[in-house]
Structure formats: structure tokens, C-alpha cells
């Protein structure tokens, strides 16, 4: 499906192609949303693309996307009773020393718990969001009913009416905004087959829940009718709507502006530590038993 993306009203469009005979094959081309001219194609993203499939299936798939949502689950678990095992609560200068001229086994149990206290709220929040993005079946629906909120249909599709043919995009668009009238159209995907509704994205005023570029106001537009499957101004939306599209906000690290990004790089930079120095605990206490590890 076409997908065009407007990240501002001055700023060159982004048209994402799918090839008809592999939709995750994409080519991006930029060009100026008010004049059509085509300014250029944008940079390969099938490396990112393979990436972002790495982190989220391991690329193996739906087998691997259960995988990473139970890995989510098993680290956050480590994450919450590693907080409550953090010696400061006791004593809250213990919990941020590290005894560097002390015994390998302290110095490591030293930078395990303050690298773990230092990344595990941000830590937590990641891994927590990464399992309901990867069990969204089973997440979604628990967060609207948790709300008491109404949940959204699955998918919307388009009607097909006998001798009628289809809306324009303009028709759809104007459609859109008799129903979101702030904001601007950040994202259009356009349909392909005849069941297919044209899904709208929009940025509108107040809008914090996701994507500081994008916004997460979202409409659907039966091809057909023109009728208005679906409108949600994300800033008037239940709570568990502004809940589940929030979690964007939470995962990347997007409150803060630069400084989240960069307290969420480095936290994300902790596992390892933890991973090694956890190890290195394990091992060290396998072998000396007797050595503590807490207190003087």
C-alpha cells in the first residue's frame, strides 16, 4: 500500500512503495508536496528495515516476535526485583558505591547494582512496552477493558457499492476534517484493493502521546461511500486510547526531547553491563562461597 508521510507543512513528502510482489520491499521517493515535482529518492532502508526486524523477531518472524515479547517480559521481571534488592534502600550511600580498590567480588557487585539503579526505571518502561507491542492481541484489548474503554474494531474496510466509483483523496481528506478539523496530515495510505479504507494520520494542537513529528490521530474513510469508518482526535480519546498510543513515548524515550534519547541510549547501553557483571557474581560466588557482597 502507498504510504505518504508530511513531517511539516514546509517540509519535501515522503512516498513509501511497497513492490506488488513483496510488500516488505520499499522504495521511498521525496517530493514537493505542492508542486508533485519528484526532488529524489531517499536512502536504502532495507538495513534499517532488517534491523528493526532484528529487535522486534529476531527475523524469524511470528515464532520470534513471541520470543522477544517473553524476553521483554523475563527482563522487566529482573528489572523490578533488581530495583527491590538495591542495598540503598537500607542505606542510600551503599546503593551508589563502588568499591574500586576493594575485592573483585564488591567492586563487580558495586557496578552491577548502581548501573542497574541508574537505567532500571528507563530500562523497566522499555522492556515493559516492548512485551505489549509484541502480544498486541492480548495487551490492547486488556488495556481498553482496564479503562473501560470502548475497543476499537480490528480493521476497517471498504464497502463496495455496484455502478458507484471510488472517492478521491481530496473528497476523503475533506471528509477527515469536518470530523478532526485542527492539526495537519502527517500520513496518508492510500488503498490498494477493493476492500481497502484510506487510513489518515493527523497532528493536531496538544498532542503528546507518540511521535512528536507524526501526532496519533487517526481516521479511516470507506472508498466508496466517503463515510467516515473511524475518526479519533487523540487529544479527545478515551484513556485507554491515549494509553495505547502513548506507549511510543515511554519505549523511545521520546519525553525530554534530546534528552530522553540520550538517557535512553545509554540506558540502553546497560544490559551488558548488567549481563557481565551479573555473570561475573554468579561465577565469583560459585567459587568463594563465603565473600559477601552487601554492606562493610
Aim: glycine share 10%.
Amino acid at each position: 500500500m502507498p504510504t505518504l508521510w508530511f513531517k511539516l507543512q514546509d517540509s519535501p513528502a515522503s512516498i513509501s512503495l511497497s513492490k506488488p510482489d513483496n510488500e516488505d520491499d520499499w522504495i521511498d521517493v521525496i517530493l514537493n508536496p505542492y508542486t508533485g515535482k519528484v526532488l529524489g529518492k531517499a536512502p536504502e532502508r532495507q538495513v534499517l528495515e532488517t534491523i528493526l526486524n532484528l529487535h522486534y523477531t529476531l527475523l524469524a518472524g511470528k515464532a520470534g516476535e513471541i520470543v522477544m515479547g517473553m524476553t521483554g517480559l523475563l527482563g522487566l521481571i529482573l528489572m523490578v526485583t533488581g530495583i527491590a534488592l538495591w542495598s540503598g534502600w537500607r542505606k542510600l550511600a551503599t546503593g551508589f558505591k563502588i568499591k574500586w580498590k576493594g575485592h573483585l567480588k564488591r567492586r563487580n557487585f558495586g557496578i552491577h547494582q548502581v548501573a542497574g539503579i541508574f537505567s532500571g526505571v528507563f530500562l523497566s518502561m522499555a522492556l515493559f512496552t516492548g512485551f505489549i507491542y509484541n502480544f498486541p492481541d492480548f495487551t490492547y484489548p486488556l488495556i481498553y477493558r482496564l479503562t473501560f474503554s470502548p475497543v476499537p474494531p480490528a480493521e476497517f474496510v471498504s464497502t463496495p457499492i455496484a455502478g458507484k466509483s471510488t472517492i478521491t483523496l481530496t473528497e476523503a481528506l475533506n471528509a477527515i476534517n469536518r470530523e478532526i478539523p485542527d492539526g495537519i496530515f502527517t500520513q496518508i495510505d492510500l488503498p490498494q484493493t477493493a476492500t481497502d479504507v484510506y487510513q489518515v494520520r493527523k497532528k493536531v494542537p496538544g498532542d503528546w502521546y507518540g511521535n512528536p513529528k507524526y501526532g496519533r490521530s487517526f481516521a479511516q474513510v470507506d472508498r466508496y461511500s466517503g463515510k467516515v469508518l473511524s475518526a479519533v482526535d487523540i487529544t479527545k480519546a478515551s484513556l485507554g486510547e491515549k494509553i495505547a498510543n502513548g506507549m511510543d513515548i515511554f519505549h523511545f524515550g521520546l519525553f525530554w526531547g534530546i534528552g530522553g534519547r540520550i538517557i535512553y541510549f545509554l540506558a540502553g547501553l546497560s544490559p551488558t553491563i548488567l549481563l557481565i557483571t551479573g555473570f561475573t557474581m554468579y561465577r565469583l560466588r560459585r567459587r568463594h562461597p563465603k565473600l559477601q557482597t552487601q554492606g562493610d
